[in-house]
Structures are given as C-alpha cells and as structure tokens.
C-alpha cells in the first residue's frame, strides 16, 4: 500500500433523497419528518417576511436545492411567483405531485451554476441545503448573483457545535428510525459568522438571524425518544441560541 496514499473524505449521502418517493410526505419513522416539522416552524417566518417586503407586487422566488416542495409550495399557495430547483429528478417528481395550484416550475439545476440570467429573481432560497455541498460559498454567490439589487436571501442551516452534533448527528441516529448513513457531516456544519462571511462576500448584507432547537418535554418529543417514530405532532421552536440551528435573511446590497 503507498504510504503516501490519501484516504477519501467522506461525502454526505445526497443519494437518500433520490430514492425518497412517497415517503418524502408521508413517512413518520424517517428523519425526513422532523424535515417536514422544521418548515412547519419556517415557511410562515420566510412568508411573513416576503410579503412585508415585497406587499406591492408579486416576487419572482427561487427555491435552491428545494426537494419535495416543502417550501416551495408553501409559497405557491400565497400566490408568489415560485421556481424550485434541484437535483433529484424524483424529489422534483414528488414535489410537483404535491404542488395544489399547479404554478411551480420545477427543474433540474445545479445550485452551483444556477440556469438563469443575473438579476432574474427578488428573493433566493437556500433552507437545509448549505450543510450538503462542499462548497457553501459557491451557492450563496450563485444565489447573489441572480438576487436583483435589495432582494432577499433566505438560508437555514446547522451550526458546527458539540451541541449540534449532540443534538442533529448523534441524537437523530440514536432515537430515530431509519437514519440513512453519513445524512450529515459534522465537517460540513456552519457557524454564523462563516455564512455571514460567505455573504458579505457575494455582496449580501444578513439583517436577521434566528434559532431554532425541538420542542424538548412536549409529549411528542418524549414519544419519539421511546419509539423511534417522529409523531405527526412533534415540533421546533425558534430560539436566541444559534447553537444547534439557524435561519437568517441577507439582503443583496450591490
């Protein structure tokens, strides 16, 4: 063996979501629920946020790295004008099943060389998507770069803490059910100030930063650590605490 041979980084298991189908909205003993729970607590916060912004007129939305359409047609059922793109041709398959006002275009697009014109959207969405590429500072300049000027990027991601791998590596593999290997990667978790960097690079000023943490002692939550299944009513909470997961808004400045 050449001593001088590498060992290859383990790479986080973007596959799973290929193979997903029905189960992205219907299975409870899969961590794709607590996904699920997580844009429950998000979706308003991120429509709230859109319509106060934009309360004249109907923004053009992309929704990187989208999915299944937890979001996306969330913000179809407002009446925004929304785009998804992923790269799971099935993901988008089942999202636009589940997509009520038939509007979304949904596409096959890599989040690094997104297909669209500079300055074609006025609000760009990332949410639990940085945590699964390589590169985040390449999607946040792609998500600028078709950001028009005063647009808003919306991103949601996990902090790179002891906590955090306590809470969304170890805790998920150890009371949940399912749990596909390598779902995340510790190394490829993100501190705040790293984003906010990664921003203001792309010319993005971030103007809000929230937690948010599980609901802990609800009865939910405690059903879940005896079985194994994620119950239909288990919740997140938003927090002052960055420490296990965060949501922000950037604002593209120039």
Not at 182 to 194: G, N, S, V
Not at 196 to 207: F, I, R, Y
Request: glycine share 6%; net charge neutral; proline share 6%.
């Amino acid at each position: 063996m050449d001593a001088n041979a590498t060992i290859p980084r383990r790479q986080v298991n973007n596959a799973i979501y290929e193979a997903l189908g029905a189960r992205w909205y219907e299975a409870q003993d899969d961590p794709v629920a607590l996904l699920r729970a997580e844009a429950r607590l998000r979706n308003p916060w991120v429509i709230e946020r859109i319509a106060k912004r934009f309360a004249n007129r109907h923004p053009r939305i992309l929704d990187v790295g989208c999915g299944a359409g937890f979001l996306s047609n969330a913000l179809a059922k407002k009446g925004f004008d929304v785009t998804g793109v992923d790269v799971s041709p099935q993901s988008l398959h089942v999202a636009a099943e589940h997509d009520l006002t038939a509007s979304v275009r949904y596409r096959v697009a890599d989040a690094c060389a997104l297909p669209y014109t500079d300055r074609s959207f006025d609000v760009v969405c990332a949410m639990d998507f940085l945590e699964h590429v390589e590169d985040p500072s390449k999607v946040i300049a792609e998500a600028a770069r078709v950001l028009a000027p005063g647009g808003l990027f919306f991103f949601h991601t996990f902090n790179r803490t002891p906590l955090a791998w306590l809470v969304v590596l170890k805790g998920v593999e150890w009371f949940v059910d399912n749990v596909p290997p390598d779902l995340h990667l510790y190394r490829l978790f993100l501190k705040p100030k790293e984003v906010e960097a990664m921003c203001q690079k792309a010319g993005l000023d971030v103007t809000e930063l929230t937690g948010s943490r599980p609901v802990i002692g609800s009865r939910a939550f405690l059903r879940l650590l005896l079985t194994g299944v994620v119950p239909k009513d288990f919740a997140f909470t938003f927090s002052s605490s960055t420490q296990v997961a965060y949501t922000g808004v950037a604002t593209r400045t120039r």
